[in-house]
């Protein structure tokens, strides 16, 4: 019915709220209906968020037909109760989107984070790793040195040692 439904968006939209504020690297989410349109998001303004629930369903567009084809290939899976994570691109930015289904009430929940942000401790751990090799490698390379000096000293005595005993001979 719709007054169990409205119930039902009421809660989730206070659990979708809840979760955005406690996950600071989220950058969007959404949960989509059977019909492939928006129940909720975060891209709704908390205000207005009860008014646009009760439209919804009525003038939301289904985004499985989005323009943006991983976008739509994503929704159908959503629609089609995967679960998941799919690189996305919007408007020319890349996002990691992870997604589930929400059983009981035939929805799907969508949450998305920025490419840059997935990828920041690994660009952070390159550079790391690169100082530290290069550390190691500088280390490395004045030890040879330390070890090529120390040869051409021994080789040096070694070489006037037998100079001065065939000298002597």
Not at 8 to 27: P, R, W
Not at 35 to 61: C, F, K, Q, W, Y
Not at 136 to 160: E, P, Y
Request: glycine share 4%; with cysteine; aromatic share 6%.
């Amino acid at each position: 019915t719709r007054r169990s439904s409205d119930r039902y968006c009421g809660i989730f939209a206070d659990v979708l709220k809840s979760i955005i504020e406690n996950d600071a690297d989220a950058d969007f989410s959404f949960v989509l209906n059977r019909n492939g349109r928006v129940m909720l998001s975060t891209e709704i303004d908390d205000e207005n968020l009860r008014a646009e629930l009760g439209i919804a369903l009525e003038n939301a567009p289904d985004i499985r037909e989005s323009t943006h084809p991983t976008l739509a290939a994503t929704a159908k899976k959503m629609v089609a109760d995967e679960e998941g994570v799919d690189a996305i691109d919007i408007d020319g930015k890349n996002y990691y989107i992870a997604y589930s289904p929400i059983k009981e009430l035939d929805w799907s929940f969508a949450t998305a984070i920025a490419e840059e942000k997935v990828l920041a401790p690994v660009v952070q751990n390159k550079a790391i790793i690169e100082r530290i090799i290069d550390e190691n490698v500088d280390a490395l390379n004045r030890s040879m040195m330390r070890t090529l000096a120390l040869m051409a000293a021994f080789v040096f005595v070694l070489l006037l040692g037998l100079a001065a005993a065939k000298k002597s001979d």
